[in-house]
């Protein structure tokens, strides 16, 4: 659990600089998030800010002992990879060098890396499409466009998931870095139509409420009086499905 504990810090530490630590079972976990392995997760690191993938699989052939890990950068590129009994202290350093290319925007010439800084480091994706202004470089065109649209997508996941408080809040987040700019305001308008739609702000406002009783999930506690109330919102709420996610997790964490 070393390599977890490690993963964890370093996610609470530079998770606002742009690191994105993702814990990952390859074995037979289960997807449910009431699962053991994830209650007990959730108990031994609380408030953590990583993520956990189940039935994962990764793009590197390792050799050694397990757990193994490996650190991509902004670029996509392989930074370090290996055995964390043998490599993990390299980590830290390998992480700190990746998270300063990404601070500085990266690319092949000047105007890239300042609309990937806009972008991906100041989340100004409306800047950074008014910098490309007339420049003739599609691809670069396409790449800011592409955030809107996967942020417009991951919006549509959360709404499937029943998660509309995060919804909400992704799309308020995602309309002030784009701006109200034609070319940015297309993939998110669907999202928009579905969140102010009637029953989807009483959903909003139902999973408000479960976000109060999801404090406590999310420092590893739980008790018979949660599971109750969580019973209770399966039942009537407006979000539901969250609240019998929840329910699964509370039950776990007894």
Known sequence: MAAAESAVKLAEKHADKGLAVILMATSDWKDA???????????????????????ASVPIAFEGD????????????LALSGPYKTKGSQIPGAVKKALAAR??????????????????????????????????????????????KRRADMIGRLISAGEFARARRSLDDAIESAGWRESMREPLQARIDELEAKDAKAAVAADEKLE???????????????????????????????AAEMLALARALL
């Open 33 to 55: 998030a009431g699962t053991e392995e994830c209650a007990y997760l959730r108990r031994t690191f609380k408030d953590h800010a990583a993520l956990v993938a189940a039935n």
């Open 66 to 77: 397990p757990p193994f890990f490996f650190v991509v950068d902004a670029e996509g590129r």
């Open 103 to 148: 601070k500085r925007g990266w690319g092949e010439n000047d105007l890239q890396r300042r609309v990937r800084q806009a972008a991906h480091v100041k989340g100004r994706i409306g800047e950074a499409w008014d910098a490309i202004g007339a420049v003739d470089d599609q691809p670069l065109r396409d790449e800011i466009q592409g955030l809107v």
């Open 212 to 242: 109060k009783l999801a404090a406590s999930l999310a420092r590893g506690k739980s008790s018979a009086g949660l599971v109750a109330k969580l019973e209770k919102e399966v039942e009537t709420s407006a979000a539901r499905v969250h």
